[in-house]
């Protein structure tokens, strides 16, 4: 058993160094060495498979054992690799990303990464960025994955030009915020989430709206279970308080959603349930 093990490691450890292919998609040597037989669970992150995550089906559980990432942040990292081509050279900025050592690490060896925070607190960044006021150059990024950051933001249409502004032509930002009911509001009373941060917006299908009136290009990517739901006017029993259910699903009428995942990837990669995995792919045009 301990030689099939070091065996996995071995040839992960030989695959991972080799320069040509898409890189996200590797399974990093310390998931081969965790992993077991079973695939029923599998972490798209860092590549483990094994019976079952850790915790609950929620975006903020189903834990992988190794990487410690949840479910939203697979979610994320899923979309990343469904949506845009690999590119080692690009550079990636990261805002206040839950996950850090050899994640980080690993996303430097992946490609050129750079990681942020607002207040250095709950996750701390490389560099300190507000995102209302980004410093950084014109048409230096490539690509923003930007985690539950911007519900936290006062000023959402500052924050969405500055990251026009930062993208080089055909850059993408994947933005992930909690769709918590049909149209955006502020919270009726003071809202915090999990890392003490304030919540200033509860945002709706109309964010995707408001980012294309900033010159975006936008997708509004979901999985098969939601769009499907959404096309048979389905809504889902939800016990938590956290989001409007039947508000959300009502108000999706006319929305163009783009499945990403199909419903046996959820169930593998732990993106349930469907509602907690809405994410808007923003893309800024190029000329040429």
Sequence with gaps: MVLRIDQR???????WEVPVGDRRTRQWPEAAVASTT???????????????FGGVEHCESATCPVCGSI???RF??????QRTSYDPKAVVLETSPRLDGTYRAKMCDRVSYLCSDFDQAAHAGQVVLDLQQIDLPDASIDLVLTPHVLEHVPDTDRALSELLRILRPGGHVLLQVPFLQSRTGRPPVPEYHGDSTLVHWRFGWDLAARTR??????????????????????????AGSDCDVHDLLSGATGVELTP???????????????????TLHLRKADPA
């Excluded at 695939?39 to 094994?50: I, Y």
């Excluded at 994320?76 to 690799?81: A, I, R, V």
């Excluded at 009136?213 to 809504?235: I, K, N």
Aim: glycine share 8%.
């Design 76 to 81: 994320l990292y899923w979309c990343w690799t």
């Design 213 to 238: 009136g900033h010159g975006f290009e936008t997708d509004v990517l979901v999985t098969s279970e939601l769009s499907d739901a959404v096309t048979q006017g389905r809504s889902f029993s939800y």
């Design 9 to 15: 490691a071995r040839r992960a450890r030989v695959a």
């Design 38 to 52: 079973a695939k029923s669970a599998q972490c798209n992150v860092c590549g483990w498979h094994g019976a079952a």
């Design 260 to 278: 990403v995942a199909d419903a046996e990837q959820a169930a593998r990669h732990g993106f349930r349930p469907a509602f907690l995995f809405i």
């Design 71 to 73: 479910a939203r942040d």
